[in-house]
C-alpha cells in the first residue's frame, strides 16, 4: 500500500476509534450501569473464594482461592467487553441506522474491524484496571509472587485469538439482522461454560474438557493463573502461549475473510439495512 | 457530454416473507455528467433500491452498472471515493454532536482533522448551520437541521456523484425550501452528477434537468419534466406532471402510492 492509500486508512482507522470512545462517554449511563454490574460480580467471586474454607470446614488457601476467582472474574469481563464489541459491530450500526452510511465509505473492511478491536482492547484494559483496583480494597490480597510481566504477556496473546473470535462472532448480525446478535449471547454463554473461567476444567465431563480445548479463554484464564497464582514466566508457559498463538493466526483472517464473503452474500440478499 | 452512472437492465428481487418480490425488472439508465437527474415515483416503486444499487450497498441480481466507466461490483472503492449520499433517514449517531458526526465522516473517508475542520467551517453558512449547536446531539436537531448536517456531511467530501434519496420528505416547507436551494447551489458551484429519487412531482420539475417515472419496478418514461409535459398538449390543455404520471402509469400518484394496479381503478 503506498503513502497517500495508507494515511486513508490510518485517519480511518482513528475515526472509528474516537468514535467508540465518543459513544461510550455519551452513553456514560449505560457504562455506569455495566461497571457497576461487573464490579458487584467481581466482589462477590472474591466473597465465594473467602467463603469456601467455612463452606467446606477444611482449612483452604484463602488467599490462593479469592485471587483464582477474581482473575476469572475480572479477565472473563476484559474478554467479554472485548468479545462484545467485536461482534457487535454490525448490531449496533444497525441499531443507530448508521450501517449503509459505513459500509459506502471507501475504507477496507479490515480496517473497519480491527480498529474497532483497538478500541475494545484500550477499553477493555482501562475498564479492568479500574475494576481490580476498586475490588482490592475489598480483599486483602497477596500478590508479592505474581509476575505481572508473564500476565500481561499472556493478555496481549490472548487478545488476537478473542479478537478473531469476535470478528467470526460479528458475522451472525451481519447475516441475521433479527436473531444475530441472540445468538452471539449464546455463544458467550457457551464460552463461559466451557472455558474454565471460575473452576478448572478437570472437573468437567471428558467430552466437555474436549471441547474446552478449542476455547482460546481456557489457555488464557490458564495463563493468568500460572503467572500470578504461581509466578511463572511467560517463557514457561508455552503449552498456554501456543494454543493461543495458533487460534489467533487462524480466528483473525479466517474471521476477515468470512467477514468479506458474507458481506458480499449480504448485499445480494439486502440485508445490510434492518428493514432489509 | 460523458456518462456518470450507466445501468443497463438491472434486475433486483428480494425474498419477503417466502415470496419473490422484484423491486427492479431491467431498468436502464444513463446519466451525464452534471446533470440533475430525477428518478420519480411512489413508494414501493424501486427508486431506493436503485440508489442502493449505485452506490455499492446491493448488488443487483441482472444487468451491469458503472460510474465513470468503473463497474460498481468489482471497484467498489473507486466508487466510494468519489460518491456520497443523503438518504430520507438522516442516518446519524444520535447521541453525537454534528460536530462528532461530521468528523467521523470525513476520518473514513480518509479526510484529515485540519482539512475536515476547515470543510466543516466553510460549510456552516452555506449549509445554513447555527454554529452555537454543533456541539448538541443530534437527536436534540429537527428533522430540517438533521436534514441539513446530512448535507454538509456529504458535500465535506466533494462528491463527484451525489446520491440524494428523498433527501426533503417529512420536512417543513421552509426546510425543504432550503434544502432545494442548497442543491441547485451546489450545482451551481460544482460539476457534481446529483441522482434525486423524489415522490414530490413539483420538487422533480423545479430541480431536475431530466426526470424517469418509475412504477413496479420499471422506467415509464425519461425525458425533461417540460418535454414530457409538451407531449399531452394535443390531450390536455396546460397540462402538470401529475397528468403525465397518469398518462405513462395508467395511474394517479396517489392511487401508485397505495399500490393499486391500473386495472382496479378502471374498473372501480
Known amino acids: 500500500m503506498s503513502v497517500k492509500p495508507l494515511a486513508r486508512e490510518l485517519r480511518a482507522s482513528l475515526a472509528f476509534i474516537e468514535r467508540n470512545f465518543n459513544l461510550t462517554k455519551r452513553y456514560w449511563k449505560w457504562e455506569v450501569v455495566f461497571f457497576l454490574y461487573t464490579i458487584a460480580n467481581s466482589i462477590t467471586m472474591g466473597f465465594i473464594g473467602k467463603g469456601v474454607e467455612a463452606f467446606s470446614g477444611t482449612p483452604v488457601d484463602t488467599n490462593y482461592l479469592i485471587l483464582y476467582m477474581l482473575i476469572g472474574s475480572i479477565l472473563w469481563g476484559y474478554l467479554s467487553i472485548l468479545f462484545e464489541i467485536v461482534a457487535e459491530t454490525v448490531a449496533w450500526e444497525r441499531w443507530e441506522e448508521t450501517i449503509e452510511y459505513t459500509f459506502m465509505a471507501p475504507v477496507r473492511r479490515s480496517t473497519h474491524l480491527l480498529s474497532t478491536c483497538g478500541y475494545a482492547i484500550l477499553y477493555g484494559l482501562l475498564r479492568s484496571v479500574v475494576i481490580l483496583g476498586i475490588v482490592s480494597f475489598f480483599f486483602d490480597l497477596n500478590l508479592a509472587g505474581a509476575n505481572f510481566i508473564s500476565a500481561v504477556g499472556i493478555l496481549f496473546v490472548a487478545s488476537f485469538s478473542f479478537i478473531g473470535l469476535g470478528v467470526v462472532a460479528a458475522i451472525l448480525p451481519l447475516i441475521s439482522p433479527e436473531k444475530g446478535v441472540q445468538v452471539v449471547h449464546i455463544f458467550q454463554a457457551l464460552l463461559l461454560m466451557f472455558s474454565g473461567v471460575y473452576y478448572e476444567i478437570d472437573v468437567l465431563p471428558v467430552w466437555m474438557q474436549n471441547v474446552a480445548k478449542l476455547s482460546p479463554a481456557t489457555y488464557a484464564l490458564r495463563g493468568m493463573r500460572a503467572s500470578i497464582l504461581e509466578g511463572q514466566n511467560f517463557s514457561s508457559q508455552w503449552s498456554n502461549i501456543w494454543p493461543l498463538i495458533l487460534m489467533g493466526a487462524v480466528l483473525l483472517p479466517a474471521g476477515l475473510k468470512i467477514f468479506s464473503i458474507m458481506e458480499k452474500w449480504a448485499k445480494r440478499k439486502g440485508v445490510l439495512k434492518r428493514s432489509g | 457530454m460523458a456518462i456518470a452512472i450507466h445501468a443497463k437492465n438491472i434486475v433486483k428481487k428480494f425474498k419477503k416473507n417466502k415470496k419473490i418480490v422484484t423491486a427492479l425488472k431491467g431498468i436502464d439508465i444513463d446519466i451525464y455528467e452534471g446533470e440533475i437527474y430525477g428518478l420519480l415515483g411512489p413508494n414501493g416503486s424501486g427508486k431506493s433500491t436503485f440508489i442502493r444499487i449505485a452506490s455499492t450497498l446491493l448488488f443487483p441480481d441482472e444487468g451491469e452498472i458503472e460510474i465513470f466507466d468503473h463497474d460498481v461490483r468489482k471497484h467498489p472503492k473507486y466508487v466510494q471515493e468519489i460518491m456520497n449520499r443523503v438518504s430520507v433517514e438522516a442516518s446519524f449517531f444520535r447521541k453525537l454532536s454534528a460536530y462528532e458526526n461530521l468528523f467521523y465522516s470525513a476520518g473514513i473517508h480518509g479526510i484529515s482533522k485540519k482539512e475536515a475542520f476547515n470543510k466543516i467551517e466553510s460549510l456552516i453558512d452555506k449549509v445554513g448551520l447555527d454554529r452555537k449547536r454543533l456541539k448538541d446531539p443530534l437527536e436534540d436537531f429537527s428533522r430540517g437541521m438533521q436534514q441539513k448536517v446530512a ?118
Not at chain 2, 442543491?183 to 424517469?212: G, Q
Not at chain 2, 406532471?241 to 396517489?254: C, N
Open chain 2, 151 to 268: 448535507i454538509a456531511r456529504a458535500f465535506m467530501t466533494d462528491p463527484k456523484i451525489l446520491l440524494l434519496d428523498e433527501p426533503t420528505t417529512g420536512l417543513d416547507p421552509r426546510a425543504k425550501k432550503d434544502v432545494q436551494k442548497l442543491i441547485l447551489d451546489l450545482r451551481a458551484r460544482t460539476k457534481a452528477t446529483i441522482l434525486l429519487t423524489t415522490h414530490d412531482m413539483n420538487e422533480a420539475e423545479k430541480l431536475c434537468d431530466r426526470v424517469s417515472i418509475i412504477h413496479n419496478g420499471r422506467i415509464m418514461i425519461t425525458g425533461h419534466p417540460q418535454e414530457l409535459k409538451r407531449k399531452l398538449v394535443n390531450k390536455i390543455s396546460n397540462p402538470t406532471f401529475e397528468d403525465v404520471f397518469i398518462e405513462f402509469t395508467g395511474l394517479s400518484f396517489e392511487d401508485a402510492e397505495y399500490g393499486k394496479s391500473s386495472k382496479e381503478v378502471v374498473s372501480a
